[in-house]
């Protein structure tokens, strides 16, 4: 088992990347919960159903697509700790090529994603008019929102925390002070919650790329025009789509979940997917944050194989759990004195906020369930050991997410609801909540089994 000594020295060199993202990364949530709150105080529960179910499904579409940063953040720690900056050039060029290409096809078939994507979702006639007003805009910043997921994963593998941080945040400000212009200043509505983000996606390829130049200047890697030449080097390119594969069908898993979640809430009725939505968003606001501790694992756990440093690489694992359970227990303090006043923050529609009180326990415990495959994903990103990470969440979807529905809500289908609304929701948040535990479960025996205990 492990042993946790206090390592001041080893603790620094993750919080220098983590502490940073962390606050970073509570931009991403803040922003969903900026939508909420712009959008919830419309006049009408339908238009926060609208955005949600938008949201996801664009969510979806580009968590697709999120083996990008994942990988290209693994790839590049690598070559960062063999000092290749050869590799750490390559894994930018081709996480950008991969992600022009993605964006392409999604762009072709964005037509069908959005017709099969809001018949699966139900709803009412409202929430299906209003989401696909916010799903035509929001589909065209794919290309920037690939790209940005790409230079983000680059810059954590390049050990930086300046330019992840500072990328992050000046986009999720445009998008906050878009959003808020739009929709209460302008009146467009949902789809001012739109715009705003797809201006955000574009502004934050210019941030990125300003933050990559220097990081390159500041490393003497030289960009030659050969390096622009993927074709010509394809066979270098087939690692990397290997990782991507396997984390590409683990994020399809995870998506399915989530989305299957959001969807059957959209069957219990407007009040059921309004108050989903504002807990989901709380649910980000805990991911991303715990991710930030995830990204500093990533970036040392992938430094530390690239450098054959087996004592760095566990080291980096002790001090990741460590801090990972320090801020999961902080989340179970905010939301179990403060998460009524929260929950009032975000919207004023009495009969949302009343449900989504009832709801309110299992986001206390969220924060200490869901901490372990976080951190857990973080190191097997690093060890690019996207296989197991694949294995896990489909573990996890099928015995602790789909089987509890199974079992307790009658049936896994996508149909009408009949009988108690309020029950069917609880189960939705149990089997969340088995999924998530599931996945760290499987992680810890699959990395003890590697010899990391």
């Not at 994903?377 to 690093?382: E, L, P, Q, S």
Request: charge should be neutral; charged fraction near 10%; include cysteine.
């Amino acid at each position: 088992m492990f042993k946790f000594q206090f390592n001041w020295s080893s603790h620094k060199a993750l919080l220098a990347i983590a502490l940073p993202m962390i606050l970073s990364n509570i931009t991403v949530p803040l922003l969903g919960l900026v939508d909420t709150v712009v959008v919830g105080h419309l006049s009408d529960a339908y238009y926060l159903g609208a955005v949600s179910v938008g949201a996801m499904i664009i969510t979806f579409v580009y968590s697709m697509a999120l083996f990008l940063r994942m990988a290209t953040t693994g790839v590049t720690a690598q070559a960062y700790g063999q000092q290749s900056p050869q590799g750490q050039l390559e894994a930018l060029v081709h996480g950008i090529a991969l992600a022009l290409g993605l964006a392409v096809v999604i762009l072709l078939l964005h037509p069908l994603i959005g017709e099969v994507g809001f018949s699966l979702a139900g709803g009412s006639s409202a929430v299906r008019e209003y989401g696909m007003s916010y799903f035509a805009i929001r589909i065209y910043g794919a290309p920037a929102a690939l790209i940005n997921l790409v230079l983000l994963g680059w810059m954590l593998g390049m050990q930086s925390a300046k330019g992840p941080v500072w990328h992050l945040i000046i986009t999720n400000c445009i998008n906050i002070v878009f959003d808020l212009w739009f929709v209460w200043g302008l009146g467009f509505g949902v789809e001012g919650v739109a715009w705003a983000s797809l201006i955000a996606d574009y502004s934050g390829v210019l941030v990125g790329a300003y933050f990559v130049r220097e990081l390159l200047r500041k490393n003497q890697i030289t960009v030659l025009p050969e390096s622009l030449k993927v074709w010509q080097h394809w066979q270098a390119i087939a690692p990397l789509l290997l990782i991507n594969r396997d984390i590409f069908l683990r994020t399809l898993c995870l998506s399915v979940c989530f989305m299957f979640m959001t969807f059957k809430g959209a069957r219990l009725g407007d009040d059921i997917i309004a108050a989903n939505a504002i807990l989901l968003n709380l649910l980000t606001l805990i991911s991303f944050a715990l991710d930030g501790v995830a990204y500093g694992v990533e970036a040392l756990v992938g430094k530390a194989v690239g450098a054959k440093n087996r004592e760095a690489l566990r080291q980096s694992i002790k001090d990741s759990l460590f801090w990972g359970v320090i801020f999961a227990l902080a989340f179970v303090l905010l939301f179990a004195v403060g998460g009524e006043w929260i929950l009032s923050l975000l919207t004023d529609i009495d009969s949302v906020l009343a449900t989504a009180s009832i709801f309110l326990p299992w986001m206390i415990l969220m924060p200490i369930i869901s901490m372990w495959c976080y951190i857990f994903d973080g190191v097997f990103i690093g060890l690019t050991r996207a296989k197991d990470m694949r294995d896990s969440t489909f573990l996890a979807a099928l015995f602790g997410f789909f089987l509890p529905i199974g079992l307790l809500s009658h049936g896994l289908w996508l149909v009408e609801v009949e009988g108690d609304a309020i029950w069917h929701n609880h189960v939705l948040w149990l089997a969340m909540s088995g999924f998530m535990l599931l996945r760290g479960v499987v992680l810890a025996v699959r990395l003890r089994g590697r010899g990391f205990d």
